[in-house]
């Protein structure tokens, strides 16, 4: 498997409530060199972790002890900007399994799909009581249920629906990235090839 296999999530949140978050943000271009998927997360946000003596920033929500969770709750358009996928990396290494926002960048969504990422788009709506239960308490769990395709903040709070790509949700699930998917329909495809004429 290219990654943990994904299927129900719950957890506490890391609130992030800041519109138009490019991936220039979430991994600096300065950290771009390795190709490995490792490492990046010790980069993640790095320009609004940490100053530029390398201590870091006690007001910015990633050094704030009081949130914690593999579930990033950011603001409206997030993972704009240049399609580089190791924002998706980033994401990923620092130990979150998945994003919620009320819009992704399309490119954004597709590297993380394939990186074991679930990007959970919710409504405007459904997103403002997501921040407004976290930031009340730090505590509050989310439950992400990819089979069902729903996100819930308890009985008392609700839930909402979400969209995912059959293809992608089944490699979700499974844990795999393409390659992953086609190694595991190799009989498949040899005996289509053996039976279909040149």
């Not at 940490?50 to 603001?75: E, H, M, R």
């Given at each position: 498997?290219?990654y943990?296999?994904?299927?129900?999530?719950?957890?506490?949140?890391?609130?992030?409530?800041?519109?138009?978050?490019?991936?220039?943000?979430?991994?600096?271009?300065?950290f771009?060199?390795?190709?490995?998927?490792?490492?990046?997360?010790?980069?993640?946000?790095?320009?609004?972790?940490?100053?530029?003596?390398?201590t870091?920033k006690?007001?910015?929500?990633l050094?704030?002890?009081?949130?914690?969770?593999?579930?990033?709750?950011?603001?409206?358009?997030?993972?704009?900007?240049?399609?580089?996928?190791?924002?998706?990396?980033?994401i990923?290494?620092?130990?979150?399994?998945?994003?919620?926002?009320?819009?992704?960048?399309?490119?954004?969504r597709?590297?993380?799909?394939?990186?074991?990422?679930?990007?959970?788009?919710v409504?405007?709506?459904?997103?403002?009581?997501?921040f407004?239960?976290?930031?009340k308490?730090?505590?509050?769990k989310?439950?992400?249920?990819?089979?069902?395709?729903?996100?819930?903040?308890?009985?008392?709070?609700?839930?909402?629906?979400f969209?995912?790509?059959?293809?992608?949700?089944?490699?979700?699930?499974?844990?795999?990235?393409?390659?992953?998917?086609?190694?595991?329909?190799?009989?498949?495809?040899?005996?289509?090839?053996?039976?279909?004429?040149?």
């Amino acid at each position: 498997m290219a990654y943990d296999s994904f299927n129900i999530l719950t957890s506490t949140a890391v609130p992030l409530p800041i519109e138009n978050v490019d991936t220039d943000q979430i991994i600096p271009a300065r950290f771009l060199k390795a190709t490995e998927r490792k490492g990046f997360g010790d980069n993640l946000f790095r320009d609004w972790r940490f100053n530029q003596d390398d201590t870091p920033k006690t007001d910015f929500v990633l050094n704030d002890a009081t949130y914690s969770g593999k579930i990033l709750v950011g603001g409206h358009n997030f993972g704009s900007g240049s399609s580089r996928e190791h924002a998706a990396w980033a994401i990923y290494d620092f130990g979150f399994r998945c994003v919620v926002s009320s819009f992704f960048a399309d490119i954004f969504r597709n590297n993380c799909l394939n990186i074991g990422v679930l990007p959970v788009q919710v409504s405007a709506n459904f997103l403002a009581q997501i921040f407004e239960a976290v930031e009340k308490d730090p505590n509050t769990k989310l439950t992400v249920d990819l089979p069902n395709q729903k996100i819930s903040l308890g009985a008392a709070l609700g839930s909402e629906s979400f969209e995912i790509n059959s293809y992608k949700k089944e490699n979700m699930l499974n844990g795999y990235d393409d390659i992953d998917y086609l190694n595991n329909i190799k009989a498949e495809i040899q005996t289509f090839a053996a039976n279909t004429p040149l």
